[in-house]
């Protein structure tokens, strides 16, 4: 599933890219031109603009209304009924598109000598050139997604130590 979220919604947009979806977000968009995205990319519009949400007739979207990104997260996830669609770090937070493992040995020259010394697992994004690996944070971003997703971990220990994690 692929979506638009407005610019009043940008830590869901980021979220969403965390669990692996692919969501076009704009810090600044005009409503006309995330309808003609949604439309021809056949995204679902996610807002909390009611004005915006009525002007997407011929869209499929989700008036989200929370203030609260978990509480956000959850409709998105509860609505579509995604939770087993989830793909933790699969993709780029910065530019959304889908990361590619990277051997230790290719990251050696792009990445600083400590996290090269530390990290095990990386991967890259190949439109951007950003390097992720399980960083310092990643043992707290695993909970959270667990919470979300009702277990107690993001994945298996085994997917996690395959997975790269939100680090740069």
Known sequence: MKFVVDCMLGKLAKWLKILGFDVAYFNRAEDGKLLS?????????????????????DVRSLLIGSENWKEQLEQVLDEFQLKREVRPYSRCIQCNSE????????????????VYE???????????????WQGTHFEDMDGKIGQI???????????RKRRPSLSK
């Open 37 to 57: 995205l949604a439309r021809k990319e056949g995204r679902v519009l996610l807002t909390r603009d009611h004005r915006l949400r009525a002007e997407a007739k």
């Open 99 to 114: 990361l590619k493992s990277l051997s230790k040995r290719a990251a050696k020259n792009l990445v600083a000598p400590f």
């Open 118 to 132: 530390q990290a095990t697992v990386f991967a890259i994004c190949p439109a951007c050139g950003r390097v992720f």
């Open 149 to 159: 997703l009702g277990r107690g971990r993001a994945s298996s220990p085994v997917l």
